[in-house]
């Protein structure tokens, strides 16, 4: 009879010992509660100070992480970010990021490719060969000057590394905001930004090997290789077919529920595909050395983009735009140096000064955009915007 009751009383006892759904649901909401309302404010704020609301909504992030909330109140922190539902926020993360992609797809006006797709490829290339060069260069003489207890080969592909980033999903955030996604310049830098994207994660998967000691060329050279070919299908297969598709899908300006279902089944198809891939799944006395940092991130970025447009044939102005989008870090900068920073190749000293080239990097994108438009094709549509008109409401005449 004990032994029947206590078989009886097995669930009710794991119920009282697991975490329920009700108990994980609670402590998300809690989570999701917190960071929406307190990205809005950042983003009234940051838009107040005549930046995007994609950049307050970064430095709402920021301020919640371990640096700033978790640091001063380490125990509240721990009670309301609870590690036992990091992987839920995750997957968020992870689907949030897809339906950007997708929605950067219908936005863009990618049709000015077909005339200066190469001159994408060219901006892409100097925006990660000529930053990779800085910061290899750089980190061999902090490694020197900070007598830095790391070790060299692991610092040095990390720092060339982080210098060659460019966030994509702030970067079309941005562009969104400011209205030019139907931009030639728009579809060239974004292009290149997605070259650079994908590139990035190549790298990171290689340096994280390498340091690990298991690297493998075969291996990389294979992902490679697969993102290459996954690219040409979507372009050469897919696209072709589902635009077909699509053409008698669309009655009178709308589609059925049944092709969204099928339009969204299909975008998580090729995220499954890019993640089996790789690409995708993943102060003091130091000041000058900080500046430097920062100084060859944007000379390598800003300046080898600026370049490798004006060789493509671009004016002075036009290629300083596309040097400026393309230097925008964000996120995916965080990636990468907290990926170093796990793999201790990455002292603490120098991650704070890589974080502050990530939000400087940031941050100065907008500003610098505004300065340079005039004349170009972006200046009429900036013009139009809901940024500059909200900028207009901020500061009156």
């Known amino acids: 009879m004990l032994g029947s009751d206590l078989v009886f009383s097995m669930p009710f006892l794991l119920a009282e010992t697991a975490p329920s759904v009700e108990d994980t649901l609670l402590k998300v909401l809690i989570q999701l509660t917190l960071i929406l309302v307190l990205s809005r404010i950042f983003a009234i704020v940051f838009r107040k100070l005549g930046q995007p609301a994609v950049v307050g909504e970064t430095a709402a992030g920021l301020a919640l992480g371990p640096s700033l909330f978790g640091h001063f109140c380490p125990e509240l922190s721990k009670q309301i970010f609870d590690p036992s539902v990091d992987q839920v926020f995750k997957m968020f993360s992870q689907l949030g990021l897809i339906l950007l992609l997708f929605l950067v797809g219908?936005?863009?006006?990618?049709?000015?490719?077909?005339?200066?797709?190469?001159?994408?490829?060219?901006?892409?290339?100097?925006?990660?060969?000529?930053?990779?060069?800085?910061?290899?260069?750089?980190?061999?003489?902090?490694?020197?000057?900070?007598?830095?207890?790391?070790?060299?080969?692991?610092?040095?592909?990390?720092?060339?590394?982080?210098?060659?980033?460019?966030?994509?999903?702030?970067?079309?955030?941005?562009?969104?905001?400011?209205?030019?996604?139907?931009?030639?310049?728009?579809?060239?830098?974004?292009?290149?930004?997605?070259?650079?994207?994908?590139?990035?994660?190549?790298?990171?998967?290689?340096?994280?090997?390498?340091?690990?000691?298991?690297?493998?060329?075969?291996?990389?050279?294979?992902?490679?290789?697969?993102?290459?070919?996954?690219?040409?299908?979507?372009?050469?297969?897919?696209?072709?077919?589902?635009?077909?598709?699509?053409?008698?899908?669309?009655?009178?300006?709308?589609?059925?529920?049944?092709?969204?279902?099928?339009?969204?089944?299909?975008?998580?198809?090729?995220?499954?595909?890019?993640?089996?891939?790789?690409?995708?799944?993943?102060?003091?006395?130091?000041?000058?050395?900080?500046?430097?940092?920062?100084?060859?991130?944007?000379?390598?970025?800003?300046?080898?983009c600026t370049v490798a447009a004006r060789v493509s044939g671009f004016s002075w102005r036009e290629s300083s735009c596309i040097g400026a989008m393309m230097n925008t870090r964000g996120l995916m900068e965080l990636v990468v140096i907290n990926a170093g920073y796990e793999l201790h190749v990455i002292p603490e000293s120098v991650y704070c000064m890589l974080v502050l080239m990530a939000v400087t990097t940031t941050v100065m994108t907008v500003p610098v955009l505004l300065r340079i438009m005039k004349g170009t094709e972006l200046e009429p549509w900036i013009n139009k915007s809901s940024f500059v008109a909200k900028e207009a409401e901020v500061v009156p005449d």
């Open 106 to 304: 219908l936005e863009f006006d990618f049709s000015h490719l077909k005339k200066y797709g190469r001159s994408s490829l060219l901006i892409s290339l100097a925006g990660i060969v000529l930053p990779f060069g800085l910061g290899w260069v750089l980190a061999r003489h902090l490694h020197a000057s900070l007598q830095l207890e790391v070790p060299l080969t692991g610092f040095a592909l990390f720092m060339g590394t982080a210098m060659s980033i460019t966030a994509i999903p702030v970067l079309a955030r941005i562009m969104m905001e400011l209205n030019i996604t139907p931009t030639r310049l728009g579809a060239i830098t974004i292009t290149a930004a997605a070259v650079d994207d994908a590139s990035g994660w190549i790298m990171l998967a290689s340096v994280s090997a390498m340091v690990r000691s298991s690297f493998s060329l075969f291996n990389t050279a294979v992902m490679a290789a697969e993102t290459i070919a996954f690219a040409g299908f979507v372009l050469i297969v897919l696209k072709p077919l589902l635009a077909r598709l699509l053409r008698g899908a669309v009655q009178n300006g709308k589609l059925s529920v049944n092709w969204l279902a099928a339009i969204f089944a299909l975008l998580f198809l090729c995220a499954i595909a890019t993640n089996l891939i790789g690409i995708f799944a993943i102060f003091g006395t130091l000041w000058l050395a900080a500046g430097l940092v920062s100084a060859c991130a944007i000379a390598g970025k800003f300046g080898g």
